[in-house]
Nanobody, 115 residues
Framework: QVQLVESGGGLVQAGGSLRLSCAAS????????MGWYRQAPGKQRELVAV???????IYADSVKGRFTISRDNTKNTVYLQMNSLKSEDTSVYYC?????????WGQGTQVTVSS
């Protein structure tokens, strides 16, 4: 099993910044892709940004140029730097990891952007 623990969410004004962290523990050997997803009330969970163990990244069009995903393999941690936040970024953000065909999820952290 892989455990994922997110931190760094909170309340911020529009235009502000937040940094999310996700630490992986447990049977972490073999984790390939890690990333961030978000789900707003009444909406489906959507991809925000993902990064492979080799550093390749994919971003949702809505966050390109504002969010940056990074990964520290020595700490088994993935980060999401969110700048120029907008009210539409308000959501619960989940950390996800893929390993051997299985997906693992954190408990989620709330990000609220006030306009």
């Amino acid at each position: 099993q892989v455990q994922l623990v997110e931190s760094g969410g909170g309340l911020v004004q529009a235009g502000g910044s937040l940094r999310l962290s996700c630490a992986a523990s447990g049977y972490i050997l073999g984790i390939n892709t890690m990333g961030w997803y978000r789900q707003a009330p009444g909406k489906q969970r959507e991809l925000v940004a993902v990064i492979t163990r080799y550093g390749s990244t994919i971003y949702a069009d809505s966050v390109k140029g504002r969010f940056t995903i990074s990964r520290d393999n020595t700490k088994n941690t993935v980060y999401l730097q969110m700048n120029s936040l907008k009210s539409e970024d308000t959501s619960v953000y989940y950390c996800g990891a893929s390993k051997g065909g299985s997906d693992y999820w954190g408990q989620g952290t709330q990000v609220t952007v006030s306009s």
